[in-house]
């Protein structure tokens, strides 16, 4: 008997505000919450500014619930978030989007504590079935490079666009479709 996933969690960006609109994350939710025995949860997450690793990990882990039934969908800094988690928990996939291994020399994100030490790229794939990774070579905040690195560590499924900028639209139809695609795997 296969094992199934049950849910989605979407972790926003750093500074999303009120997620629900905020970029994509709320007409994701609604598709993801019209597949049949699948939810998808999107809270408004503590200290929405800095992300700090030492506030959104717990809050992943108690709050959201994520665990093995669970994809995780991160953005930006969210998919920092996704990467440390799987460092120490078990998840079922994650999806990685606008993801980065440094703080790109920004203050701001170095406060966030996730780039204070290096990835433990064999943790994460040990604690998850598979990785896929939404990138594009025109992100104004993310070099093309760091993309490559996430890539390269985590041996990600790399979906690479030219003209999606930092994902920060309406929608985004391909993370549907993938969800969609990996519930069962």
Known sequence: MSVRAEKAVIVPGNGAGDVYNSNWYDWVKSNLDDIPNFKCTLKNMPDPVVARENIWIPFMHDELQCDER???IGHS???EAA?????QYRVFGIVLVSACVTDLGDEHERASGY???????DKVK???RWVVQFGSKDDPFIPWEEQQKVAQGLSTELHKFTNR???M?????ELVELVKTHVDQ
């Open 70 to 72: 669970t994809i995780v």
């Open 169 to 173: 639209s309406y929608d985004f139809p």
């Open 165 to 167: 900028g930092h994902f």
């Open 83 to 87: 990467m440390r988690y799987a460092e």
């Open 115 to 121: 780039y204070s030490r290096p990835w433990e790229w």
């Open 77 to 79: 800094s969210g998919a």
């Open 126 to 128: 040990a604690n998850t």
